[in-house]
């Protein structure tokens, strides 16, 4: 199987480009994200529900049981607080769910790559699934905005800016 990991900033068009892939190669995708472990997590623990409304984030942006932090900035933090417990916990989550559908693509496209252990310990979490990682093939894209400047909000942005760190860069002029 081919997993193609989508990452950089927010608002860099992802999103957009795992629903282009979708579109081209039809049913033999399979859309995943790090962080729907993260939103269930989160809807349980802050009693929350995940609606996109716009490109300006979720349905509530500032609920007073957050303390005034945004959905986001919770998701940041559970995501992080996770980590720091088992760094490859969303990475396990997410492969899980893309290996149980492998008899019915050949490709899954993961839109919220994020983090570097996502695909640095690639072989190990396949170890702890059962799957041989030679069986698969990760090919990571560097998806940039052009003339979109990086904000401060980016706790959760971890991956290199440079596109000689990547497979391919994808420069999204929309």
Known sequence: ?????LGHRKHNGKDI??????EILGEDV?????????????AIKYDLEFKRM????YKESKPLHLG?????????????????????????HTYK?????????????????????EFDE?????ELLGENPNDHQLIRVLVDREGYLKDD????????DDPADWDFHLVNRD
């Open 1 to 5: 199987m081919k997993i193609v990991l």
């Open 17 to 22: 480009c795992s629903a282009m892939i979708k």
């Open 30 to 42: 399979i859309e995943a994200k790090f962080s729907r472990m993260v939103k269930k997590l989160c």
């Open 54 to 57: 716009d490109d300006s984030g």
């Open 68 to 92: 005034g932090r945004t959905v986001r900035q919770v998701l940041i933090e559970e995501s992080v607080d996770t980590r720091k417990i088992w760094k490859r916990a969303w990475a396990y």
């Open 97 to 117: 769910q893309i290996f149980k559908c492998k008899e019915f693509a050949n490709y899954a496209v993961v839109s919220d790559f994020r983090y570097p252990v």
């Open 122 to 126: 690639f072989g190990a979490v396949c």
């Open 153 to 160: 909000d980016g706790a959760d942005e971890h991956l290199s």
